[in-house]
């Protein structure tokens, strides 16, 4: 089975810098798709950040990047000009292509806190 | 749009009481699903459903059931709760699995005691 592991379980920074949120992944497919998910106190889960697989190209959202490394079975999360609101748990999930369920696996989490 | 809804948003039970969580969506999404999250953990997926009459075993099953009954609603049944059960239930859909972008409800904390 996929598994995915945040092996920071929290991080801060301070406002205006830059964080980089880690996570790993486990498994033998090829074709698959990741995501970060914030979840903010209202316990809302928003997604932040979608990287398809078979994309060699980083996907980047605004203030919200990733180092998508396949080799390495590696997914990070890099927050630039980090605001107050960016405050949250953070949540990296794996999704098999294969299968029709669009079961996800997520990771543990990672805390962050925004120091003004 | 509402988007996912879910109720109740709280709510605490005695062991071996039952009750559904409810869960609807107005996005017309085919898929839905139900998740706990366990404090300090991420979601683990209890209950899927890939269209109405259509519902199939996630990660955690033991001790729910699901219907699906239509393609707005998927309610969560717990039959005789116990304390393990203690958790914060999300709901979530989607429209396909190719565009399979997760959309989540509030989610509804449950405490067994």
């Known amino acids: 089975a996929q598994t995915v592991t945040q092996s920071q379980p929290e991080m801060s920074v301070q406002e205006a810098e830059t964080v980089t949120l880690s996570c790993t992944y486990d498994?033998?497919?090829?074709?698959?798709?990741l995501f970060w998910y914030k979840q903010p106190p209202s316990r809302q889960m928003i997604l932040v950040i979608r990287?398809?697989?078979?994309?060699?190209q980083n996907a980047t959202e605004n203030r919200f990047s990733v180092n998508f490394q396949k080799a390495a079975k590696s997914f990070s999360l890099k927050i630039s000009d980090s605001q107050l609101g960016d405050a949250a748990m953070y949540f990296c999930?794996?999704?098999?292509?294969?299968?029709?369920?669009?079961?996800?696996?997520f990771g543990a989490g990672t805390r962050l806190t925004v120091k003004p | 749009n509402a988007g996912v809804t879910q109720t109740p948003k709280f709510r605490i039970l005695k062991i071996g009481q039952s009750m559904t969580l409810q869960c609807t969506q107005d996005m017309n999404h085919n898929y839905m699903y139900w998740y706990r999250q366990d404090p300090g953990m991420g979601l683990k997926l209890i209950y899927y459903?890939?269209?109405?009459?259509?519902?199939d075993k996630g990660e955690v099953p033991n001790g729910y059931n699901v219907s699906r009954s239509t393609t707005e609603d998927f309610p969560l049944r717990l039959e005789l709760a116990a304390p393990s059960q203690t958790s914060v239930y999300f709901c979530a859909s989607s429209y396909s699995t190719i565009y399979n972008e997760q959309f989540f409800g509030p989610g509804t904390r449950l405490t067994v005691l």
């Open positions: 498994t033998s497919e090829s074709d698959y798709y």
């Open positions: 999930a794996y999704r098999s292509a294969r299968g029709l369920n669009n079961d996800m696996r």
């Open positions: 990287q398809e697989a078979y994309k060699q």
């Open positions: 459903s890939v269209g109405a009459g259509i519902t």
